[in-house]
C-alpha cells in the first residue's frame, strides 16, 4: 500500500465510531525501516483557515485493521507529535 492510499482513508476511533482525522505524515524507524506511528490531523479546523491545525501521534500497536474506506484505531493516543528523525 502506498502513503497516499493511506491519507486518503479517515481515522476512527473503534470505541467510539468518532472520525478523529486523516494521515498527515508517518514516524518511521530508519534502522529497521517499519512504521512505528501515524501522525494525524485532527478534525475540527476549517482548512486551517481559523488557527494551526492540531496533530496527534499514534502509535502503530494502536491500529487495529486497515480497510477499504477508514483505518480503525484503539484511544488514547499522545499528543502532539514529537519526532527526531522526521524526512521532509
Sequence with gaps: MMISELQMKDIIAMETG???GQIADLDIDVDNGKVVAIV?????KMMGLFGKDEEAVIP?????????????????????????NKIE
Design 18 to 20: 468518532e472520525r478523529l
Design 60 to 84: 502503530w500497536d494502536q491500529i487495529i485493521n486497515i480497510g477499504t474506506d477508514v483505518i480503525l484505531v484503539k484511544k488514547p493516543f499522545a499528543l502532539p507529535p514529537q519526532s527526531t
Design 40 to 44: 494525524i490531523t485532527l478534525k475540527g
